[in-house]
Structure formats: C-alpha cells, structure tokens
C-alpha cells in the first residue's frame, strides 16, 4: 500500500496543454494573441458605448459590462499561464492558486447572470416596448449588474472556503493551464465527497437559474414576435437579439462541452483542450459577435477604431522623421 504524503503544500503545478517543449513557443504565441484580441475588441465595445450617445441605452449598459468582464476573465488566466511558458516553469502558489480559482468563478458566474440579465432586457423591450424605459430604469440596471456581481461572489466564495479545508498531496499536478475547480478537487488527499456534491448541487442551481430565465424570456420574445402582422417589425425584433442569442449558445455550449469532458476524460493533458473554449474562446468572439452582427454597434466602432488608426499612423510618421 503506497502511503501519500500530506504535508501542507505551498504550491501547484500547472501541467499546461503540453508538456512538448517544441510546442511552448507556439502555444505562446497563439494565446498572447488572443489576450490581446480579447483585450482590445472588449475595451472597443467599452468606448464605443460610452462614446455614442445613442448606445446610452439599457441593452449597450449590460453590453459593456459583459465586455468589462470578459477582460477580467482573460486576465485572470492567461496572464499566468504566460508567464510560466517564458519562465520554463508550472508552478503556481497555494494562495495564488485558490485566487485564480475563486477570481475565475466570479467573473464566469456573473457573465452568467449578466446573459440571463441581457434577456431579461430583450423581452421587456419586446414585449413591453411601450414601458420599456420605465421598467428598465438607470436604477435598476445598476442594481441588476450589483445583484449579478452579489450572487456570482457568493458562489465563487461558498466552493473557496470549502477548498480551504482540503489537503492536497506533496507536488500536486494540476492538468490545466489554470487552478480549474473540478480539478483542483481531483487532486486533494482529503474526503472530497461534500466538495463534489457542492459542486455538482449548487453549480447546477446557479446554472440552471439564469439558463432557465433566459428560456423563459425567449418563449415570450418567440410568442410575441410570431403575432406581430409586419414581416419588417418580425425581422428587426429578431435582429436584436441575434447577437445575445449567439453568445448564450456559445457560452453555455462551450460550458456543457468542458462539463462532459471532465466527466469522461481521465486526468491529463488532453482534458486541459476543453477549458480552452470557455475560458479563452469565447470571451475573444464575443465582441465580434456584437461588432458584426449588430448594426448600431458596427457603425459606433468606427469611430474608436479610426481614432486608434489615425494615432499609429501619426506615430509611425513621428518615429519614421
């Protein structure tokens, strides 16, 4: 019978994508350009709603949040995951870890809320368009995104503090490129059987919450949209949530994809490929979802980005003097 050591561990090791060193550049190269992908598009679709005053609206208000938390969940991860590939290591504090970990599920629970929010939005404006402004208050915007960010914080903290009462084994192997909670759990030298009901029992609730309310207000766009008599007043009530109706699938698709790959795959390095599309992907389309299906927001990003264009041709023409 072998014996496992449980000492108390002072860090983790981030086993990556591959443990190919021929690799490391590439993978390196191709994630530093969706950071910056994800950074920029993001921060676009941030001033463009603030720029344009006709963007001042409830919709381009949870727009750009979900863009602001888009950032944050990008930078929660890669930054790290960077670093480690330039400096040839995997290793990642105890207390940096349970950071990421508690960090990653704020910032991926409120984007949750916020899509349940954002459909909540789409169905008022639909089918109450007449007390849309009313309902939709500036007030209770702002209190929607607190309430999102209260509940998403909670969450985050109940599975933080949980893991707090686990130990974990001398050099424990993480097979992610982040302190994924699942995994985390896998890893411990603890009972975990409270840790994986809670995650299986409260990760399901504060899923299965917000995608029923974003159901829910579909049903009653779709009622709604089918009695209108104009084939014009169909089409741009189904425009308007095209884009919100695409990243919800994305999200939740690429979510259910990472859940059943961690339910199948054994602990290694090709379970890490899944987390790649909820945590990475999808927070990097998500602005061109917007930009190019929406024609407000495509005609409110000319104005940054030929703004942004004008300054490096004006420092390119000073650096070139």
Known sequence: ???????AVSEFLLLGLTDDPEMQPLIFSLFLSMYLVTILGNLLIILAVRSDTHLHTPMYFFLSNLSFTDICTSTTTIPKMLVNIQTQSHSITY??????LCLFLVFSGL??????????DRYVAICHPLRYM???????????????????SVH???????LLQLSFCANPEIPHFFCELAQVIKITCSDALINNLLVYLVAGLFASAPLSGIIFSYVHIVSSVLRMP??????KAFSTCGSHLSIVSLFYGTGFGEYISSAVMESSNRAAVAPVMYSVVTQMLNPFIYSLRNRDMSNALRKPISKITYMLVINCNFLGE
């Open 1 to 7: 019978m072998n014996v496992r050591n449980q000492t």
């Open 95 to 100: 207390t940096g870890c349970l950071s990421q």
């Open 111 to 120: 984007e949750n809320c916020l899509l349940a929010v954002m459909a909540y």
């Open 134 to 152: 009313v309902i939709m208050s500036p007030r209770l915007c702002v209190l929607l995104v607190l309430l999102s960010l209260l509940i998403s």
């Open 156 to 162: 985050a903290l109940l599975h933080t503090l949980m």
């Open 230 to 235: 104009s084939p014009g007043g169909k089409y």
